[in-house]
């Protein structure tokens, strides 16, 4: 086999949900570092790679290249896994992991934390109306009712979408602090995930790398 690259930067939510995924398969890879504000990824390099010029992106052994981190870890668990069970092959277990993974790249990726993000970063906004906050603890309601009264988000087992919604909601909670008695399912997950391996140097860092951007512009939530 060849070599796998992932490209990413350590704050980036779904580049942290693949590094999650390619330590669970125990497969190596390179970690490219993409330089954002330096625009290396709307380089003639990169967007020949990958037009829609985001993180992560992961060059396979044999050089395809294939973006969007939801795509990256089911492809990775098709391709490299042992077993199905990060991402079953049972249709019905397979819908709920995909459900999962929409939700996480709809409400909480692109609702809460870019439409947050974005106005700061690129517009140089510094106050966040309420509502977007709203938005999140809104999202943190139908994940405690998601996990319900079994351990990880899909039932008894870790999947792909337990790495792709940790890697938002430990930035989130930057945002939108979870009150334990209020979250107290959510609350207990977060605490399982970060017992996994390597989790901090895989997702705890970066996710505070992010909390850190957010408090660094923001003065008010008006
Ligand atoms: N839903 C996508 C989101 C990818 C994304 O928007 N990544 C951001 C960093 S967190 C990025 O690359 N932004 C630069 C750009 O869009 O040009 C995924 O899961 O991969």
Redesign the pocket.
Known sequence: MGKLVLYG?E?????R?CKLTLDALGLQYEYKLVN?LGGE??SKEYTLKNP?????MLEDDDGKCI????A?CAYLVRRYAKDDALYPKDYFKRALVDQRLHFE?GVL??GCI?NIAAPLFYKNETEVPRFKIDAIYEAYDFLEVFIGSQPYLCGSGITIADFSIVSSVTSLVGLAPIDPKRYPKLNGWLDRMAKLPNYQSLNGNGAQMLIDMFSSKITKIV
């Open positions: 930067v704050a980036s939510p779904p580049v949900a954002l990824h709307k829609q010029h985001t993180v992560p973006w969007e981190s939801h990256i790249s990726f692109q870019r």
